[in-house]
């Protein structure tokens, strides 16, 4: 019931395409933690990636394709399955570090694509990292709440089962915003 209210609350946000393509988009893994699935498999397709890759990057890029955006708006999101591949392709878009976020949460909105990029074995970037899209801030809890692929809803861990609505503290590093629109005063968190 929570997650029906935040859904609520997204759409008087006025994202009610993406809301409805992140809603079509909701999926398990068959078998679960196997990167596998109808649904999944065609979204893994959509970017070329196989069954059984990491799929967080896909199911965000699904979307926003099958939200019925403005071609222009498309052509600033990158076509990937790739989680850093996504964020480093995407040069057409405002990126918001995470210290800009901190320093004012106010650039954060419903509707960016948000991005952790994970160090590899060396402890460096550009490891795995993992992806979403944000559809609600919480500036005084210092949260976002976010729809995201290959998750799951007890830890948000980056390798799960479906695709979940959680609930995250600003620890995410990097925003990317697609859409240009300012929320209603009166919704603003």
Request: glycine share 8%; net charge positive.
């Amino acid at each position: 019931m929570r997650n029906i209210k935040r859904f609520a609350e997204f759409v008087f946000e006025g994202l009610s395409g993406l809301t409805k393509s992140a809603l079509d988009a909701v999926t398990l893994e068959n078998p679960p933690g196997s990167n596998k699935g109808d649904k999944v498999e065609v979204m893994q397709r959509s970017v070329g990636i196989s069954p059984g890759d990491p799929w967080c990057a896909a199911f965000v890029y699904s979307i926003f394709k099958n939200a019925n955006l403005d071609p222009a708006i498309m052509k600033r999101i990158p076509k990937s399955g790739g989680v850093n591949k996504m964020w480093q392709s995407a040069t057409n878009v405002k990126k918001i570090t995470k210290e800009e976020a901190l320093k004012n949460p106010d650039l954060i909105l419903p509707g960016m694509i948000f991005f952790y990029l994970t160090k590899n074995d060396k402890g460096q970037y550009p490891g795995t990292g993992h992806t979403g899209m944000v559809i609600k801030v919480d500036k005084n809890n210092k949260t976002i709440t976010s729809i995201e692929g290959n998750t799951n809803p007890f830890d948000g861990a980056r390798e799960g089962f479906g695709s979940f609505v959680i609930t995250r503290k600003w620890r995410i590093q990097v925003y990317l915003k697609i859409l240009n629109y300012t929320p209603p005063k009166c919704l603003a968190l």
